[in-house]
């Protein structure tokens, strides 16, 4: 009996092997299919052995006999016994005193057969495992000193062997089941580390299944925005634009108006399909609101918003850029700079639109690659390096992506501001001009 294995089920019969770890309870490990047969394995051997010792004693007409047989039943009883009771398999005070039935019904053998000494191996390996370790190698120990006395009690000569079989026996059984135990929980290292990478890749699916639905809704959002909205836009202006040239009367007036109202039904069906499709943030309102909400939710420093200028529809690519360097900036502002309060303010301009925050943080040198002490890359509001931040390289990105302008203003202990510049597109300045135009 080389390894032994986890114990089965309390339903299922047969004991619990010595090399399971000890410190789980018995009924919450399940068993293989080789611990199964490891465990069939101890029966057999114990078994075995009794039928070894019963038979050398009648076959051998010893002249006690009948006691060698009569303790090897008792001792296969009290085996049974154990095996078929639940609570030895739940309980370590239950197994130590299965244990002591055991030890007792294994000293009477011992008492009148010296064929009992080959009963104590597999008893090692049941102390070993019912009992926590240390109690489990005393109990090897005095197992072993029991079989070393009983075999000198039954012969005349002490040899080597007699002292070297059983205490062989007894290091071989806690060498085994320590080993057994290092496997087992680099097994169970492994199996939570295989169980932890198989949950880590489901999420990191699912969050790029979900960056990819936004990407493409904000691409769709950008492509109808810019082509089939922009054109019916500039048709419905154009045609205005002629019923107004054409005099009153004139035969063709109804068809413009009715060609009119269908490109206004349509430019309506488009912005429908652009708000559907932009993002969750911007569904259930404009750019300013949802700045605003961004600056009531954040924990931490006072947040506050402004809004400068007269606010006009942005193209959905440029509320989007916006919206997430304001998330960015903010984000920062909360993990690093340790700031007391910040500022968002939206301004539009003739020919441009502008974010500004700015935040009375820790600041940091723009021009230094190397972070702060204790401080991550890019610390601040939107902080970012060569050397590994993602805050600002992300922002500036986006910005100039959009043909737009970056800027990054702090020092440290003075706070910093965070601001980017778009240029708004030439057809959505023609468009606006031609409207107050007419």
Same mark, same amino acid.
């Given at each position: 009996?080389?390894?032994?294995?986890?114990?089965?089920p309390?339903?299922?019969?047969?004991?619990?092997?010595?090399?399971?770890?000890?410190a789980?309870?018995?009924?919450?490990?399940?068993?293989?299919?080789?611990?199964?047969?490891?465990?069939?394995?101890?029966?057999?051997?114990?078994?075995?052995?009794?039928?070894?010792?019963?038979?050398?004693?009648?076959?051998?007409?010893?002249?006690?006999a009948a %006691?060698?047989?009569?303790a090897c039943?008792?001792?296969?009883?009290?085996?049974?016994a154990?095996?078929?009771?639940?609570a030895?398999h739940?309980?370590?005070r239950?197994?130590a005193?299965?244990?002591?039935?055991?030890?007792?019904?294994?000293a009477?053998?011992?008492?009148?057969?010296?064929?009992?000494?080959?009963?104590? *191996?597999?008893?090692?390996?049941l102390?070993?495992?019912l009992?926590r370790?240390?109690?489990?190698v005393?109990a &090897?120990?005095?197992?072993?000193?029991?079989?070393?006395?009983?075999?000198?009690?039954?012969?005349?000569a002490?040899?080597?062997?007699?002292f $070297?079989?059983?205490?062989?026996?007894?290091?071989?059984?806690?060498?085994?089941?320590? #080993?057994y135990q290092?496997?087992?929980?680099?097994?169970?290292?492994?199996?939570?580390l295989i169980?932890?990478?198989?949950?880590?890749?489901?999420?990191?699916?699912?969050?790029?299944? #979900?960056? =990819?639905?936004?990407?493409?809704?904000?691409?769709?959002?950008?492509?109808?925005?810019?082509t089939?909205? +922009?054109?019916? %836009?500039?048709?419905?202006? $154009?045609?205005?634009?002629?019923e107004?040239?054409?005099?009153?009367?004139?035969?063709?007036?109804?068809h413009?108006?009715?060609?009119?109202?269908?490109?206004?039904d349509?430019?309506?069906?488009?912005?429908?399909?652009?708000?559907?499709?932009?993002?969750?943030d911007?569904?259930?309102?404009?750019?300013?609101?949802a700045?605003?909400?961004?600056?009531?939710g954040?924990?931490?420093?006072?947040?506050?918003?402004?809004?400068?200028?007269?606010?006009?529809?942005?193209?959905?690519?440029?509320?989007?850029?916006?919206?997430?360097?304001?998330?960015?900036?903010?984000?920062? &502002?909360?993990?690093?700079?340790?700031?007391?309060?910040?500022?968002?303010?939206l301004?539009?301009?003739?020919?441009?639109?502008?974010?500004?925050?700015?935040?009375?943080?820790?600041?940091?040198?723009?021009?230094?690659?190397?972070? #702060?002490?204790?401080?991550?890359?890019?610390?601040?509001?939107?902080?970012?390096?060569?050397? =590994?931040? *993602?805050?600002?390289?992300?922002?500036r990105s986006?910005?100039?992506?959009?043909?737009?302008?970056?800027?990054v203003?702090?020092?440290?202990? +003075?706070g910093?501001?965070?601001? &980017?510049?778009?240029?708004?597109?030439?057809?959505?300045?023609?468009?606006?001009?031609?409207?107050?135009?007419?």
């Amino acid at each position: 009996m080389t390894a032994a294995a986890p114990p089965a089920p309390p339903a299922a019969p047969g004991p619990p092997l010595a090399c399971a770890p000890p410190a789980a309870p018995a009924a919450a490990r399940s068993l293989t299919p080789v611990s199964r047969v490891l465990r069939l394995c101890l029966h057999a051997l114990l078994l075995g052995l009794l039928a070894l010792a019963a038979g050398r004693a009648v076959a051998d007409a010893a002249p006690r006999a009948a %006691s060698v047989v009569a303790a090897c039943a008792l001792l296969a009883a009290v085996y049974a016994a154990g095996v078929r009771a639940p609570a030895v398999h739940r309980s370590q005070r239950a197994g130590a005193v299965w244990l002591t039935g055991l030890g007792a019904a294994w000293a009477g053998l011992l008492a009148v057969s010296p064929d009992g000494l080959w009963i104590a *191996f597999p008893l090692y390996f049941l102390e070993l495992h019912l009992l926590r370790l240390r109690w489990g190698v005393a109990a &090897v120990a005095v197992t072993a000193c029991a079989a070393i006395g009983g075999f000198l009690a039954h012969s005349a000569a002490a040899t080597p062997g007699a002292f $070297l079989g059983p205490l062989l026996g007894g290091a071989v059984a806690v060498a085994t089941v320590l #080993g057994y135990q290092a496997l087992y929980r680099e097994s169970e290292r492994r199996r939570q580390l295989i169980e932890e990478l198989i949950t880590t890749r489901a999420e990191l699916a699912a969050a790029e299944r #979900g960056a =990819g639905i936004l990407a493409e809704r904000e691409r769709l959002a950008r492509e109808i925005h810019d082509t089939l909205a +922009q054109g019916l %836009s500039s048709i419905q202006l $154009l045609l205005r634009a002629a019923e107004r040239a054409l005099p009153e009367g004139a035969p063709a007036l109804p068809h413009i108006a009715r060609a009119r109202q269908a490109a206004q039904d349509n430019l309506a069906e488009a912005r429908r399909f652009v708000r559907a499709l932009t993002p969750p943030d911007l569904e259930h309102g404009s750019l300013a609101a949802a700045l605003e909400r961004l600056c009531a939710g954040v924990p931490g420093p006072r947040v506050r918003f402004s809004l400068s200028g007269r606010p006009r529809e942005l193209p959905t690519p440029y509320e989007v850029a916006l919206l997430r360097i304001a998330q960015s900036a903010l984000a920062n &502002v909360v993990r690093h700079a340790r700031a007391g309060r910040a500022e968002i303010t939206l301004t539009f301009m003739d020919a441009s639109v502008t974010l500004d925050v700015v935040d009375d943080g820790d600041g940091f040198d723009p021009s230094s690659a190397v972070p #702060g002490p204790g401080r991550d890359p890019g610390a601040g509001s939107g902080r970012g390096s060569a050397d =590994g931040g *993602f805050g600002l390289p992300a922002m500036r990105s986006r910005a100039e992506t959009l043909g737009g302008l970056f800027t990054v203003e702090s020092d440290p202990g +003075q706070g910093t501001a965070v601001a &980017v510049t778009l240029p708004l597109p030439l057809e959505r300045l023609e468009h606006t001009h031609t409207v107050e135009a007419l």
